[in-house]
């Protein structure tokens, strides 16, 4: 073991989770600060405003076009990360 390193931690060799990126509009705006989002492609998803948008008081309100990031694995949820 080299001088200044610990263990060697298995966890950091995973990669993180790819998120995808799309456009939509905001049709409802809901309690705790969640939307109904409609994106292009004429799905609808429900979407949580992020950390930074409600640090920085950032409003949004409906027919706003948002990015939203949605996970791989759950297609019907997503984070607004931006406003357009």
Do not use: C
Not at 11 to 31: F, H, Q, V, W, Y
Not at 39 to 67: F, N, Q, T
Request: hydrophobic content about 35%.
């Amino acid at each position: 073991m080299e001088f200044g390193k610990k263990f060697q931690d298995n966890r950091m060799d995973n990669k993180k989770e790819i998120k995808e990126s799309t456009e939509g509009t905001i049709i409802e705006a809901l309690p705790g600060m969640t939307f109904r989002v409609q994106l292009k492609d004429g799905s609808e998803i429900l979407a949580y405003l992020a950390g930074k948008m409600r640090v920085h008081y950032i409003k949004v309100i409906p027919g706003d076009e948002v990015l939203v990031e949605m996970s791989s694995y759950d297609k019907t949820r997503g984070r607004i990360t931006r406003r357009r």
